[in-house]
């Protein structure tokens, strides 16, 4: 008997949004690592789920009662290039649920075997993927980033064919929901406006229902979907994350970071970085993912024009409304968390030029990014401290010239300056997943069948704000800063 509660909106609209699929059983299922906090949070039983029963469902092996298992139909842009049909190729949803707090949760299989969207792919995913998105999706909880979730890891007990064989995993992923942008260009291409119209009225039910009640709830739809994914991102960059491949169709209308297949952080800080071995010409660049962000977010409002307006110039004119909110949406989430990062509580005039002039210095010394915010954190406190900052910068007299306007502006601050180094404690992470340690927890997990370095990271991680000096050599960057290090696509 099932022990989760399933509750499957998304199956309930018509028939061309999904494809039904039961997963393809595996081998020889074995449980790497079960969430029990999340298990809890979603109402579900964490021993169960642990158990015989459990461990065959988060396989694909057994089919929980309740469950409607489909591979969901979207489109999108690749690197720009427009693909009419994606979908689902290794995932499978199995179905939603309510948690503690009444949000409806997606619970998806990835790497559950091939859909009719596989596209000549095995549908399966090898172990180090399966792990790099376990961790890092559950890292950016942690640093308080919305995200997809991670509840559980599987071995397979079979092998995957990439470059070379691998150890197969299935990973249970939570998430909002799956609906992305490329979903919304799978029914515009189609010039299929009633299943965009359906589409969009279940994005409004379950995401945006504020938008329901509004003079024009498709309008204010859109306006929702640029006000989240303009917070979003500017919370990547204060972080130092690259997601790495931003096509539409990895862009979740809910909000949420979504598919973490060449996710990496920044270590030296340079907003030219590039992560993913594919991205040759840079477009999904550190620094480039807020304008990448307005670009996906227009080709979304352009396929909602049938439902803004009958009248298309009055339909573009709406779109363009609502687009506009981006820039200073995105602007005041990003310059107001680099002033708490700098232990500022309001932007005045001159903060985002003191904070850039401070990137621009970091940038040309090849400063570390996350340990340059977290050691200024005692600086803030004691000026002694700026020791340690000073030899993260190539030419430390660099950081001199900009610390003496940093103080200044720290003076005119009504908090004392203990309490504003508490609260740039609370903003900048002393852990972050550093790219090195997690090859390294890969290779440990793939090549030696040991996850001990994988929990141990993950644990860390799960504290991002402490500093926990047992487990301080997770906080150092590489050799040589990193630069040169390249990220797959695997999941």
Not at 69 to 95: C, E, K, T
Not at 246 to 254: E, H, K, L, P, Q
Not at 279 to 286: C, I, K, L, S, T
Not at 293 to 307: D, I, S
Request: one cysteine or more.
């Amino acid at each position: 008997m099932s022990l989760i509660p399933f509750d499957n909106s998304y199956a309930r609209l018509p028939e061309r949004f999904y494809a039904l699929r039961a997963p393809t059983p595996v081998a020889a299922p074995r449980l790497i690592r079960l969430n029990r906090a999340l298990a809890e949070d979603l109402g579900l039983d964490p021993d169960w789920l642990a158990g015989p029963e459990g461990v065959a469902a988060l396989a694909g092996n057994r089919m929980p009662e309740g469950a409607t298992p489909l591979a969901a139909a979207y489109a999108g842009h690749q690197f720009g290039q427009f693909v009419p049909q994606l979908g689902d190729g290794r995932a499978i949803l199995l179905g939603e649920v309510l948690d503690r707090t009444g949000q409806r949760r997606d619970i998806q299989l990835k790497g559950s075997g091939p859909t009719p969207f596989s596209r000549r792919g095995d549908g399966r995913a090898a172990l180090g993927p399966v792990l790099r998105e376990y961790l890092v999706s559950e890292a950016m909880a942690a640093l308080g980033i919305p995200t997809t979730r991670a509840l559980a890891a599987v071995a397979t007990g079979e092998a995957v064919a990439r470059e070379t064989l691998l150890p197969g995993a299935v990973l249970t992923r939570v998430a909002a929901s799956h609906i992305r942008v490329g979903t919304f260009q799978f029914f515009s291409a189609r010039g299929d406006v009633e299943g965009l119209r359906a589409l969009a009225d279940h994005v409004i039910a379950r995401h945006y229902p504020e938008a329901a009640g509004a003079e024009k709830p498709y309008r204010a739809l859109l306006e929702g979907v640029v006000a989240r994914q303009a917070a979003l991102v500017a919370r990547w960059l204060l972080v130092g994350f690259v997601h790495g491949v931003m096509n539409t169709d990895n862009m979740s209308v809910a909000g949420e970071t979504i598919d973490y297949g060449p996710c990496a952080f920044l270590d030296v800080y340079d907003p030219r970085t590039v992560f993913s071995s594919i991205d040759r010409n840079g477009r999904y660049a550190y620094g480039e993912q807020p304008r990448i962000a307005l670009w996906n977010l227009t080709r979304l409002a352009e396929t909602l024009l049938p439902l803004l307006a009958a009248d298309e110039t009055e339909a573009v004119a709406e779109a363009e409304a609502a687009l506009t909110g981006y820039a200073p949406r995105f602007e005041a989430a990003y310059h107001g968390g680099l002033n708490a990062k700098l232990g500022l509580t309001d932007i005045r005039d001159g903060d985002p030029a003191l904070a850039g002039d401070l990137l621009k210095r970091m940038a040309e010394n090849q400063a570390d990014f996350t340990l340059t915010f977290r050691t200024l954190c005692a600086a803030a406190a004691q000026p002694e401290a700026d020791a340690a900052v000073r030899d993260l910068f190539v030419d430390p007299t660099a950081y001199d010239a900009w610390a003496s306007g940093w103080r200044e502006r720290l003076a005119r601050e009504a908090r004392d300056p203990a309490t504003t180094a508490a609260a740039m404690r609370r903003v900048n992470p002393a852990f972050i997943p550093r790219n090195h340690r997690v090859e390294a927890m890969i290779a440990a997990a793939v090549e030696h069948d040991d996850v001990a370095p994988f929990e141990e990271l993950l644990a860390v991680l799960s504290k991002p704000y402490d500093d926990q000096p047992a487990m301080a050599r997770y906080s150092e960057p590489p050799e040589g800063g990193g630069v040169g290090y390249r990220t797959f696509c695997g999941t």
